[in-house]
């Protein structure tokens, strides 16, 4: 046999496909991005606290900042009684002294004035009613006397009481975050607390998403004989999203490789990587297949895997952007995309672990045959507080009613060709 048939005739492993992918890509180069567009990507650099957080002493209650000394003994029967000399709102920057005998009304968020030691939360006080305990304070418009007059506190209150002190919760000089966090709602949250407004992240990878087929039409469109909605571009742009990147739906191209070279052409300039579906199979039409085997950058093989078997893995264009060339049926499509695009786009963001995690549950039902030598991956309902998998619709890579009944995918092993009931089996959850 020849080299090149030898090649040919070559059945490759998933995990090798995998790694030959993987191998192939770096992380996308850092971008300086709005904190809010860096959500969800990795952070390059380590970010030091560069302000105190809380930036200054401040209260954690509305009430009253008093010296600690004038109210003790304070009780029911014998509250302490003081003289209201300021109200401090947050957002104020004139401050008030507390003197022996004063107090200062101030508001959640506000500067403890000097000489104050602790806050009073109004509920401890009569709020300058002279009367009992209060709940709260009449807004200001409508009783601005409540800012001045006297007051009476029920309770002794402790130094240092509802006192926020400055750089508490972080001090300069302290790592913010480190270098390679994913960048969630909790890490923007402290991002913006010490004032960054862009932060350095390697950036979500733009995809662009080609469905091939002559026989496709739009959703909205009315099939003619022998058509159908396509459904891929679809499903690949939203796993795209999913998996972190900003996807560009293209749609569907016919099976013509002028078009389809003009196609891919025209939207080189807004990808770091090209996710095509269809056209990989042996057939007179396959077009991805037929234009970029020609071309040799792109590698055609079949994988030891059901559904899936034709991928494409390769490198296009004048900056050899990385496309992956995914098999049209429906499953085999969402399929390789969990298996090949969805690590390949964690990879290009610096995020790890690359793939999904696998778990160990019982399979409720049987799996009554499944080809030897392939891994097969079967749709599922996993239920994972039961540890329990159920396999949902059959085999069929066109079956796309039973996908989307589906939570999870069974891995079958190569050498496995049915599984008992109860068997503890390897399940991919997609959520
Ligand atoms: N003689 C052989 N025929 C086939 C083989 C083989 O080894 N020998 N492999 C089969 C396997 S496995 C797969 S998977 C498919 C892969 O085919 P292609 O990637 O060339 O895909 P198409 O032929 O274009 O389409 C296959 C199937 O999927 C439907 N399709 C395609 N695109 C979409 C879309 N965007 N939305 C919805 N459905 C789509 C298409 O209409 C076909 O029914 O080849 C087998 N054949
Ligand atoms: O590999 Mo195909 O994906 O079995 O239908």
Known sequence: MSQQGATRDRIWSVDEHIEDILGALTPLEPLELNILDAQGCVLVDDV?????????DNSSMDGYAVRTADTEGASWQFPAVLEVVGDIAAGTAETVRVAPGQCVRIMTGAPVPPGAEAVAPVEWTDGGTGSGPVNGMPAYRAAPEGAAGELRI????????????????????????????????????????????????????????????????????????????????????????????????????????????DTISDQLVRADLIVTSGG???????????????????????????????????????????????????????????????????????????????????????????????????????????AEVTLVGGAGSHLVAALARANALLVVPEKTTSLDAGAEVQVIPLD
């Open 280 to 386: 990989v199979s042996v057939g007179a039409y396959d077009v991805v297949k037929e234009v970029f085997a020609e071309l040799g950058t792109v590698d055609f093989r079949r994988l030891a895997m059901q559904p899936g078997k034709p991928q494409g893995f390769g490198r296009i264009g004048p900056d050899g952007t990385p496309l992956c060339a995914l098999p049209g049926n429906p499953v085999s499509a969402y399929v390789s995309f969990e298996l090949f695009v969805r690590p390949a786009i964690r990879a290009l963001m610096g995020v790890s672990p690359v793939r999904r995690p696998v778990v160990t549950a019982r399979l409720a039902g049987e799996v009554a045959s499944s080809p030897e030598g392939k891994r097969q991956f079967l749709r599922a309902r996993y239920r994972p507080e039961q």
């Open 154 to 261: 029920f309770r002794q209150v402790p130094q240092g009481a509802h006192i926020r002190r400055r750089g508490s919760d972080a001090s300069p000089g302290e790592p913010a975050l480190a270098a390679g966090t994913v960048l969630g709602p909790p890490q923007i949250a402290l991002l913006a607390a010490i004032g960054r407004s862009t932060v350095r992240v390697r950036p979500r990878p733009r995809v662009v998403v080609i469905s091939t087929g002559s026989e496709l039409v739009q959703p909205g469109q009315t099939p003619g004989p022998g058509q159908i909605n396509d459904s891929n571009s679809f499903a690949l742009t939203a796993a795209a999203r999913d998996a972190g990147a900003v996807a560009f739906r293209v749609g569907a191209v016919p099976d013509d490789p002028d078009t389809l070279l």
């Open 48 to 56: 030091p606290v560069s302000t105190p957080l809380p930036p200054f």
